[in-house]
């Protein structure tokens, strides 16, 4: 029950800590139609989704990642268990580009080689409800093939995706350790 408590504190003070902030950035800007109430909640929720995130480099991104979510990963570098099949789940902003498919390239990094990795499905798109529409932005789920021939090693894991234009619009590195 304490911990319950405990958590639920962080999060108002958090929560409180955004508003202040926002309504900061909010009143230093002349007033207009367009910042009003829903936009500083759009831009709050983007923010708490960063907080949130499992922590990822992006490596030349067109679309604003907000979140990304490994199952089997709570901390870097994301521990991949050969023979698993771990769900990535990320949301984006397409900065109403009207996302609706999304072409993946994953690739293992260990030792500067590169070897690619199998993920499904792939290509992603609104018919396999893999891609979506969420509430501010855009989401989608792939699981990734961690096979048993991967070697037990420190390395990165690199993800790429293209929109149907082939317009490369997300990437991001994570380090990940295979093990056994």
Avoid at 33 to 49: D, N, P
């Amino acid at each position: 029950m304490r911990s319950k408590c405990i958590y639920v504190l962080k999060i108002l003070v958090l929560w409180f800590c955004l508003i202040s902030d926002l309504q900061g950035s909010i009143s230093a800007k002349p007033y207009n139609k367009s910042t009003s109430v829903a936009s500083a909640s759009r831009e709050l929720y983007k923010r708490f989704l960063r907080t949130q995130s499992l922590p990822f480099e992006d490596c030349g991104s067109q679309y604003d990642i907000l979140y990304l979510d490994i199952s089997c990963c709570s901390e870097i570098p994301c521990q991949m268990k050969r023979g698993t099949k771990p769900t990535v789940y990320v949301i984006f902003d397409d900065e109403g580009s009207n996302t609706t498919l999304l072409k993946h390239q994953v690739r293992w990094v260990f030792n500067a080689i590169r070897t690619e990795a199998s993920i499904t499905p792939d290509p992603c798109d609104g018919n396999l409800e893999c891609l979506k529409n969420n509430n501010d932005g855009k989401s989608y789920w792939a699981t990734i093939n961690v096979n048993n021939t991967l070697p037990t090693i420190s390395g990165s894991m690199i993800w790429e995706a293209a929109d149907a234009n082939n317009n490369n619009v997300i990437c991001f590195k994570v380090p990940v350790v295979v093990i056994n």
